[in-house]
């Protein structure tokens, strides 16, 4: 079955303490992208990723980290979290298209407090 | 910059009736892609239906469609036959090509959708 997995899907944490959520897609897509969604302020792009070893800063990359070593993973990594990071999480995958997305897949989310 | 714009923050409909969720955009990039996604109460997001800009045709999903209207910048969802598990926020999204914005993916507020029975 094609899909987007997100690991874990909920996580309470405290201040500053790092934290990785995995995320993993099994339909061999170029694209993958990070985003979080918060009340009233919808989904925002935090990274996102052409291919492997090509990444690039969404709209709020501030505080969090990305890598893009294999093609099927990509994992955020908040190296110090903080309360204003405390959302609900997405991961995605994508088809592209020449420079066009299509078809994008999102995981199950990841609903993350930072006390 | 891109720009998604969903003006009807809730839509109300009976159920096995059809309902047009609308969906305005704007962007200079000639070549781009509109996505429609359903987000229901548990928080997945599922992906609807798909649109490229240079599709002669209206996109169509089972009982998705989207209608296309390239010259008024619009890409409204169409559900038709209403059901119940049809409730859910829906979120119109877009990409484009080229320029600063190259891959990524910009959403609009949602419209939150209630079916009534």
């Known amino acids: 079955e094609a899909q987007v997995t997100q690991n874990p899907r909920y996580l309470i944490t405290v201040t500053g303490k790092k934290l990785t959520v995995t995320c993993s897609q099994n339909?061999?897509?170029?694209?993958m992208s990070w985003y979080r969604q918060d009340p009233g302020l919808g989904l925002r792009q935090i990274y996102y990723?052409?291919?492997?070893?090509?990444?690039d800063k969404g709209d709020v990359p501030e505080g969090y980290k990305v890598s893009r070593k294999e093609k099927r993973n990509f994992p955020l990594i908040l190296e110090s979290p903080s309360p204003n990071q405390t959302s609900l999480y997405f991961c995605?995958?994508?088809?592209?298209?020449?420079?066009?997305?299509?078809?994008?897949?999102f995981g199950p989310g990841t609903r993350l407090t930072v006390t | 910059a891109q720009k998604i714009t969903q003006t009807q923050p809730g839509m109300f409909v009976q159920e096995k009736e059809a309902v047009t969720l609308d969906c305005t955009y704007d962007?200079?990039?000639?070549?781009?892609?509109l996505f429609w996604y359903k987000q229901p109460s548990s928080g997945e997001m599922i992906f609807l239906i798909y649109q490229g800009s240079y599709d002669e045709q209206n996109a169509t999903e089972g009982r998705y469609s989207l209608n296309f209207q390239k010259a008024r910048k619009s890409a409204n969802l169409v559900i038709s036959a209403s059901q119940l598990g049809d409730s859910a926020m829906y979120f119109c999204a877009m990409s484009v090509a080229g320029g600063t914005s190259y891959g990524k993916l910009t959403f609009g507020q949602g419209t939150i959708l209630t079916v009534h029975p």
């Open positions: 962007t200079s990039d000639q070549s781009y892609g």
């Open positions: 990723s052409m291919n492997v070893e090509v990444t």
């Open positions: 995605a995958s994508s088809r592209r298209v020449g420079n066009i997305l299509n078809e994008q897949y």
């Open positions: 339909m061999n897509h170029e694209y």
